[in-house]
């Protein structure tokens, strides 16, 4: 994910406003949800006890679309960056990369992004559980954990509303 782009950049503004407010449209499963009414904001999500937010969006900016996961964090970064982190789920352990998007949102927390997509995904997709473990300053760390009931049939509507807006969906076209 280039983190200069205009796609990255409406992509951080993209889940500010989605997390800024309810959804239209908004499905509820176990501890997830997916919101699929609006082409332009397909998403779905989760959110854990202490307000962090996990989710899967797929914005349609620069006439294209991209699906990422992201998630917050109470603990700041520098824009731009990237950091290691353990996922621990009940199907097993990975490392991945994650990139920091520089944008504080309204509760204080910190947006990052996978750097991973696919990885994420597979990972995701089969757990129930999932526990992020984020290096803080010193010997300290910030874990994060998130259940993932619900997570695959909110998951498989983003994958059907993002192949459905793929084939039906035109933006609006400006008119000179």
């Known amino acids: 994910m280039n983190l200069r782009s205009s796609s990255f950049r409406v992509a951080v503004l993209f889940l ?5 407010s309810a959804l239209a449209g908004e499905r509820r499963v176990g501890d997830w949800a997916s919101s699929t009414d609006d082409p332009e904001r397909i998403s779905a999500y989760t959110m854990n006890g202490a307000g962090s937010i996990l989710s899967m969006s797929c914005p349609y900016t620069d006439g294209s679309r991209a699906c990422f996961y992201a998630f917050s964090l109470q603990l700041g970064c520098v824009e731009d960056s ?10 097993g352990a990975s490392h991945e990369m994650i990139i920091c998007s520089g944008r504080t949102l309204d509760d204080g927390s910190t947006l990052y992004f996978f750097a991973s997509y696919e990885s994420i995904n597979d990972t995701i997709r089969a757990a129930s559980r999932i526990g992020i473990v984020f290096p803080a300053k010193g010997d300290q ?3 994060l ?7 695959r049939q909110c998951l498989e509507a983003v994958d059907y509303a ?15």
Do not use: K
Not at 145 to 151: A, D, K, Q
Not at 162 to 176: D, F, I, K
């Open 16 to 20: 500010a406003l989605t997390f800024g």
């Open 82 to 91: 990237r950091y290691p982190v353990l996922v621990n789920t009940d199907v």
């Open 141 to 143: 760390f910030e874990v």
């Open 145 to 151: 954990r998130f259940s993932l009931s619900g997570s």
């Open 162 to 176: 993002v192949r459905q807006a793929n084939e039906n969906y035109r933006p609006a076209r400006e008119s000179l």
